[in-house]
């Protein structure tokens, strides 16, 4: 139905279809059915987003101006601070973290008559691409639950996939919002870093993290971005540039498109089911009228170890705020001593993989390492980046697969060697993914 869409659900209320508790109720009713089995959920907040909802429908009946969200049940990823609740980034040391203050997007979302349902569960400070690295829950795949959702946002990403809420917001730093996009069969967007302000956000790498929406279709996507984007002056890393309306473009016909598919994305590393979704995608654009062009992209196979150079230095100095003294887990020691208090209280406040990225942070930036692997990760970042934007000077978007496998089964990366496992059952269409030029597109 038209309704199951963001589009139709706000049009429903807007008309008086549905009222904005009906809405929410809906959301309420299907976690109180499902919800326990997936473990999509850390918080709840049931009862603020009814009388949130309760108040919308009131003001509607006076006639008073509503926001554009009209009512729209969302759910925020952990990391993304807000006054409801605690704010945990799904690590152990922040468990009961109260913040005084709402992120940025979250306040948009609000200032906008969106109501926020509850928060989603993580890997530790997004540190993670399975969400098995979560102390809370181990999120599982709405279409198969002996596999992982992806992460770090899989708790939204598989919220969004079972029906709890018809949207919710993540965070993207290598993946983290795409992955689990594609492992749930739903729409994950990573804007242009930017775009969407930080502010509120728990940093896990800074020049890498961004704020972006999970949804069902592409046109919803691009109504929780209108929303949530835009300069902020508390972030200086925001983009001082207007924001388009992304839907006045949407239902565009894409004739003449030139879309790239690096040769380096399409191999036999891949699980040949993703390569089969990958000709899929490229038939389907040439058939719409979309140029399909080849490209070279030779630094691809040098990104994932800058990235994880890069990714843990930036962790290794965020996470160092962590010390049991000023907010967050503190261990009482014995000995009373100020080092053994940041010993104990990072060693049982930080889970291992955690722990494994500020090593590996700490050791790169570490004197008589800095320039063997640091600088040179940055300057590396470097040429990738020059090599997109010479690709980009013969293209539109770049066409690729997401992963190189769908969705695999909880434990195959965490307890033993990887493997597959059965994917019969794990959705494809949404597999690949678009990388798109930041003007004019949804960037």
Not at 70 to 98: F, R
Not at 175 to 184: E, N, T, V
Request: net charge negative; glycine share 10%.
């Amino acid at each position: 139905m038209a309704r199951d869409t963001i589009l139709g659900l706000t049009e429903a209320i807007r008309d008086r279809e549905l009222t904005a508790v009906d809405a929410v109720q809906q959301c309420v009713d299907r976690i109180a059915r499902y919800g326990q089995r997936l473990g999509c959920f850390r918080e709840l907040h049931f009862e603020s987003a009814l009388q949130q909802a309760e108040k919308i429908d009131q003001r509607r009946s006076r006639e008073a101006e509503i926001g554009g969200l009209h009512g729209l049940p969302l759910a925020l990823k952990d990391n993304i601070v807000s006054t409801l609740g605690s704010s945990a980034a799904g690590a152990s040391i922040l468990e009961h973290y109260q913040s005084p203050f709402n992120a940025t997007a979250v306040e948009r979302i609000q200032s906008s008559d969106g109501v926020v349902i509850g928060r989603t569960n993580c890997d530790e400070f997004s540190m993670g691409s399975s969400n098995e690295h979560c102390p809370f829950a181990t999120v599982r795949n709405p279409w198969s639950h002996g596999h992982v959702p992806g992460g770090s946002s899989g708790g939204s990403a598989a919220a969004v996939a079972a029906g709890f809420c018809p949207a919710a917001l993540g965070s993207d730093t290598g993946g983290s919002i795409r992955q689990p996009a594609s492992f749930c069969g739903v729409v994950g967007l990573k804007p242009t870093y930017g775009r969407v302000s930080r502010w509120g956000l728990i940093a896990f790498g800074s020049s890498l993290d961004q704020i972006g929406p999970l949804t069902h279709t592409v046109g919803d996507a691009a109504m929780i971005l209108r929303t949530i984007a835009g300069v902020d002056d508390r972030d200086a890393t925001t983009a001082d540039v207007a924001v388009p309306d992304y839907l006045s473009r949407i239902e565009q016909p894409i004739e003449n498109l030139r879309i790239g598919v690096p040769r380096q994305y399409r191999g036999e590393s891949n699980d040949p089911e993703v390569n089969r979704v990958l000709d899929e995608a490229i038939e389907r654009y040439r058939d719409m009228g979309a140029i399909i062009v080849d490209l070279d992209l030779p630094m691809t196979d040098y990104a994932i170890a800058t990235y994880y150079v890069i990714a843990p230095a930036e962790a290794s100095s965020n996470l160092a705020r962590y010390d049991g003294v000023r907010y967050g887990r503190r261990v009482p020691t014995d000995s009373g001593g100020l080092e053994d208090l940041y010993l104990e209280s990072r060693s049982q406040g930080f889970g291992p993989e955690v722990q494994r990225r500020i090593m590996l942070g700490t050791y790169v930036l570490s004197a008589g390492y800095y320039d063997a692997y640091y600088k040179r990760a940055m300057q590396a970042r470097r040429l990738i980046r020059q090599e997109f934007e010479q690709a980009f000077s013969g293209c539109h978007a770049i066409l690729g697969p997401t992963a190189p496998t769908p969705a695999f089964r909880i434990g195959d990366t965490v307890h033993g060697p990887f493997s597959k496992g059965d994917i019969a059952s794990i959705p494809h269409g949404a597999a690949v993914f678009l990388l798109c030029k930041k003007k004019g597109v949804l960037s």
